[in-house]
T-cell receptor, first 113, second 117 residues
Framework: DQQVKQNSPSLSVQEGRISILNCDYTNSMFDYFLWYKKYPAEGPTFLISISSIKDKNEDGRFTVFLNKSAKHLSLHIVPSQPGDSAVYFCAASSKGGSEKLVFGKGTKLTVNP | NAGVMQNPRHLVRRRGQEARLRCSPMKGHSHVYWYRQLPEEGLKFMVYLQKENIIDESGMPKERFSAEFPKEGPSILRIQQVVRGDSAAYFC???????????????FGEGSWLTVV
C-alpha cells in the first residue's frame, strides 16, 4: 500500500510562474515531512522539511505547506526557473519509526523558458 | 548529497554472482541508511545501521541481502546470487547523531546502479 502518494507524475510550468507539487499521505503517525529533488543518474538532494507542529516552512523560493487534517502537503516554488526541472520526491517519517523515510513515486517538473 | 560517497557508481553482474556496494557516510555522521529505487518507482527503505549495529532491517529481502557498518570502514550492502529483479539504483544516505525529528536531515549519496545480465 502506498502510504505517501504523489498523484501527478508530471507537471509543466512556465519560467517565472509558480510550481505547486502535491503530496498526500495516509499514515496518521507521520509527523515529519521532507522534499527531495533528483536529477537523472544522481542521488536525491534535500530541499526543505516540515515538522507536524508547523503548517508552513519557507526557505528562499521554496515553501512547504502542511494540512494535517487533510493529510496533505504541498511544495511551492516561486518563481520557477529552468534549473528547477527535475523529479521531486515527497518523503515522510514517524517518530519511533527508526528514522526511515517513506517516499512517494515522485513528480517530474519541467520548467519551460 | 555532497559528502556521502558510494562506489561503484555502476556495476554489472551476471545472474548468480555477488554484488557488493560500498558507502562512506558524511564526516561526523554515524547513521547509515540504504534505499533501493526500481524503475519508475520511488525510493524504498531497506536497512538502517549505526556503527556495528543493525537498527532496522524491515525493508531488506529475507534472503540473499545483507548489510553491515563495521567499526572501521564503509558500510557494505551485499547481494548474493543476484537475479535480474535486483537490477536497480541503490542509494546510501547518512545523518548525524541527532534524531531526525529534531531538525536533522538525511543526506543521500549519488547512488550505485546495479545491472544484472
Amino acid at each position: 500500500d502506498q502510504q505517501v502518494k504523489q498523484n501527478s507524475p508530471s507537471l509543466s510550468v512556465q519560467e517565472g510562474r509558480i510550481s505547486i507539487l502535491n503530496c498526500d499521505y495516509t499514515n496518521s503517525m507521520f509527523d515529519y515531512f521532507l522534499w527531495y529533488k533528483k536529477y537523472p543518474a544522481e542521488g536525491p538532494t534535500f530541499l526543505i522539511s516540515i515538522s507536524s507542529i508547523k503548517d508552513k516552512n519557507e526557505d528562499g523560493r521554496f515553501t512547504v505547506f502542511l494540512n494535517k487534517s487533510a493529510k496533505h502537503l504541498s511544495l511551492h516554488i516561486v518563481p520557477s526557473q529552468p534549473g528547477d526541472s527535475a523529479v521531486y520526491f515527497c518523503a515522510a517519517s514517524s517518530k519511533g519509526g527508526s528514522e526511515k523515510l517513506v517516499f512517494g513515486k515522485g513528480t517530474k517538473l519541467t520548467v519551460n523558458p | 548529497n555532497a559528502g556521502v560517497m558510494q562506489n561503484p557508481r555502476h556495476l554489472v553482474r551476471r545472474r548468480g554472482q555477488e554484488a557488493r556496494l560500498r558507502c562512506s557516510p558524511m564526516k561526523g555522521h554515524s547513521h547509515v541508511y540504504w534505499y533501493r529505487q526500481l524503475p519508475e518507482e520511488g525510493l524504498k527503505f531497506m536497512v538502517y545501521l549505526q556503527k556495528e549495529n543493525i537498527i532496522d532491517e524491515s525493508g531488506m529481502p529475507k534472503e540473499r541481502f545483507s548489510a553491515e557498518f563495521p567499526k572501521e570502514g564503509p558500510s557494505i550492502l551485499r547481494i548474493q546470487q543476484v537475479v535480474r529483479g535486483d537490477s536497480a539504483a541503490y542509494f546510501c544516505a547518512s545523518s548525524p547523531d541527532r534524531e531526525l525529528h529534531s531538525g536533522n536531515t538525511i543526506y543521500f549519496g549519488e547512488g550505485s546502479w546495479l545491472t544484472v545480465v
